[in-house]
């Protein structure tokens, strides 16, 4: 069975960083896309950012420029770098990726911004 299992989330002012850290129990993780949603009370799971397998990446409008979603393949793990952090970006977070036509989801973790 594979997990995935972020940490990283927090509580942080309006402006600073958080950085999510998304790991796989698989060996390979690399060669999947992978993905960050999350959830803010009472929404929707609204997707977040992306990265394929090749590296390539692309963001939701209200992120880009602002969030930036990587991976280090020796560690198995996806990140997802989060600047200039706005109270909107409260939500837990979570990672998801399609491994071999099934798709996985972690368990979350909690981002809240506030002053």
């Known amino acids: 069975q594979v997990q995935l299992v972020e940490s990283g989330g927090g509580l942080v002012q309006p402006g600073e960083s958080l950085r999510l850290s998304c790991a796989a129990s698989v060996s390979r993780f690399s060669s999947y896309a992978a993905m960050w949603f999350r959830q803010a009370p009472g929404n929707q799971r609204e997707w977040v950012a992306g990265i394929s397998s090749g590296g390539s990446t692309n963001y939701a409008d209200s992120v880009k420029g602002r969030f930036t979603i990587s991976r280090d393949s020796t560690k198995n793990t996806v990140y997802l770098q989060m600047n200039s952090l706005k109270p909107e970006d409260t939500a837990v977070y979570y990672c998801?990726?399609?491994?071999?036509?099934?798709?996985?989801w972690g368990q979350g973790t909690q981002v809240v911004v506030s002053s």
């Open positions: 998801n990726a399609w491994l071999s036509a099934t798709n996985y």
